[in-house]
């Protein structure tokens, strides 16, 4: 079997150079790019589809968990958590993810760890993001991670808000300032005002709630705001490549890729 291709996220150089050289011993693992934070990570993800992230959780703007929540299902890799920190849920990361290492690393820990990532290997990659989604929902409610519960209205009226449920209180999310919404499985992240939401509904139920003059499907699991696109590229494949306003970049599949056709010729 081919090794994983796998990517080492960390905003610490030494962290990263020596997670790699540790992984240079592993046959099961082949170190692909290492990147200094989650920014750098997205690119990197994006072009090279790696098939493992080991991934900090703590690092200065977007930290771990954005990372997770900011990719494509289709496009979701694997992901071990590599932490100096034991307060984030050691067991539930353990079932979600692929594993949690604390730092200073232990060989052993990293090999296991290793080993569980090539038994996973070839699990879709929705139920992948769904499983780190359900985690991530259910962090503490200072995090970025919201339950959002979608407006009633009128038939044929469209809302002007989703209303985010914080405990007792409420936030609201003004439908305009959504991006994009990446589905994977009953939890979408909802991408608005530079922040990702999570809110545990279905693509069909919030799809129903959003002018689809305005927010467009353009793959299985991921809907765009047309007022967001800023560029569009065209594949020799028949796929296009979107990036919208604030350089996030959404794959257009074959079999929606009209929508966008028409889009453009407008």
């Excluded at 990263?16 to 200094?36: F, N, P, T």
């Excluded at 569980?116 to 970025?144: I, P, T, Y």
Aim: charged share 25%; hydrophobic share 45%.
């Amino acid at each position: 079997m081919k090794p994983l291709r796998a990517i080492v996220v960390d905003d610490e150089k030494l962290a990263r150079r020596g997670l790699a050289l540790r992984l240079a011993e592993i046959d099961e693992v082949e170190v692909i790019a290492e990147c200094a934070n989650g920014q750098e990570a997205l690119q990197v993800i994006g072009t090279e589809s790696p098939d493992l992230v080991f991934l900090d959780i703590q690092m200065p703007g977007m930290d771990g968990f954005d990372l997770v929540c900011e990719l494509q299902a289709d496009a979701m890799p694997l992901i071990i958590f590599v932490t100096a920190f034991d307060h984030y849920a050691l067991d539930a990361f353990r079932i979600h993810a692929v594993d949690y290492i604390l730092k200073p690393i232990d060989e052993e820990r990293l090999e296991e760890a290793v080993q569980r990532a090539v038994a996973r290997h070839g699990m879709s990659s929705k139920d992948s993001k769904e499983r780190l989604l359900a985690l991530v929902s259910g962090r503490n409610q200072s995090s970025a991670a919201r339950e959002l519960v979608a407006d009633s209205s009128p038939a044929h009226t469209w809302p002007e808000r989703l209303t985010i449920k914080d405990g007792s209180d409420f936030q609201f999310i003004k439908i305009a300032d959504i991006q994009w919404v990446d589905a994977a499985g009953d939890y979408m992240c909802v991408h608005a005002g530079g922040k990702t939401h999570i809110m545990r509904t279905t693509m069909k139920q919030l799809e129903a709630s959003l002018d689809p003059d305005i927010f467009i499907r353009v793959h299985r699991s991921s809907i765009v705001n047309a007022n967001s696109i800023a560029t569009a590229t065209s594949h020799l494949n028949g796929e296009y490549v979107l990036t919208l306003e604030g350089g996030a970049r959404l794959k257009v599949s074959r079999s929606y890729r009209d929508r966008i056709k028409s889009l453009l010729d407008t």
